[in-house]
């Protein structure tokens, strides 16, 4: 399991603002997106983000974005 750096990712950062821990595990980011989804800007999100969120619903909520 990978390590990411949350301010690689404007939107998981954004939801993230009050964590200290800068880095998540992926399937720790992506319950985090998913607790989060309501505040996410989906028109600003980046391509390589976006491409991260379905890379993470395809390995750990099989193939599902639980929002």
Do not use: H
């Not at 990411?4 to 720790?28: F, G, H, M």
């Not at 309501?38 to 619903?57: G, H, N, Q, V, Y």
């Amino acid at each position: 399991m990978a390590t990411l750096n949350i301010d690689d990712y404007p939107q998981l950062a954004t939801i993230c603002w009050n964590r200290k821990i800068r880095t998540a595990e992926e399937s720790e980011a992506l319950r985090l997106y998913e607790a989060g989804w309501r505040f996410i800007d989906r028109d600003s999100l980046t391509i390589p983000e976006a491409d991260l969120i379905s890379k993470l619903a395809e390995k750990y909520g099989n193939g599902v974005l639980n929002v």
